[in-house]
């Protein structure tokens, strides 16, 4: 069975500091991975998609950026952490069923 | 753009009352609206829709898809404090790569 795995749970960073969020899935080949933020109050935002390896969409501008060095990780990075970079980050995937499976989440605090 | 609105925001009821969560979308290329429930972490499944008029239960819950209305409702009956959680709609899109535009979500506080 497939199965998504994100890490980690929380993190608090001071702004400035780098960024790195991995998901990886397991059980699928050639997935669609996705980057979702949900800011407090708000709904979930659509930051980067991946059809295959090295291939990257991203949705909104901002100091983010994403990365999929093999066919079932994902990566989302940071140079430099700002304040409303602060948030839920969750990564998901799609196979061949037009529904999405959502890793566990991060909880990230930038302080 | 594509945008999805939910209503109401938010909505607190007693337990054993029905609830009826409303949803409505526009996006080009339509491909299936999906409903998720959310309680303290990742939003869990709990339909998908992409056929106008056929309902979809799943014990309390159930949902219906009016495409020519370009919305769909999720019921609750006899509602129960494990009900309370933010519940997502959203609506799939995208001729290739296939992706998910949420609503807000609609907070619902079922008291005793």
């Known amino acids: 069975s497939q199965t998504i795995h994100q890490w980690p749970a929380t993190l608090v960073q001071p702004v400035g500091s780098p960024l790195s969020l991995e998901c990886t899935v397991e059980g699928t080949s050639n997935p669609n991975l996705y980057w979702y933020r949900q800011a407090a109050g708000r709904g979930l935002q659509l930051l980067f998609y991946?059809?295959?390896?090295?291939?990257i969409s991203s949705e909104v501008p901002q100091n983010l950026s994403a990365s999929r060095p093999q066919d079932r990780q994902f990566i989302l990075s940071s140079k430099k952490l700002l304040l409303s970079d602060s948030g839920f980050y969750l990564c998901?995937?799609?196979?061949?069923?037009?529904?999405?499976?959502f890793g566990s989440g991060t909880r990230l605090t930038v302080v | 753009e594509d945008k999805v609105v939910q209503s109401p925001l938010s909505l607190v009821v007693h337990e054993g009352d029905t609830v009826t969560l409303n949803c409505s979308y526009e996006v080009t290329n339509f491909r299936s609206l999906l409903w998720y429930k959310q309680e303290k972490k990742a939003p869990t499944f709990l339909f998908m829709l992409?056929?106008?008029?056929i309902e979809k239960k799943s014990g309390r819950l159930s949902s219906i898809l009016d495409k020519k209305e370009l919305s769909s409702i999720l019921n609750i009956t006899a509602t129960q404090t494990g009900d309370s959680a933010i519940y997502l709609c959203?609506?799939?899109?995208?001729?290739?790569?296939?992706?998910?535009?949420f609503g807000k979500g609609t907070k619902l506080s079922v008291i005793p």
């Open positions: 998901a995937w799609t196979g061949r069923v037009y529904g999405y499976t």
């Open positions: 991946s059809v295959g390896i090295g291939q």
């Open positions: 992409t056929s106008s008029g």
């Open positions: 959203a609506v799939g899109s995208g001729a290739g790569s296939y992706q998910l535009t």
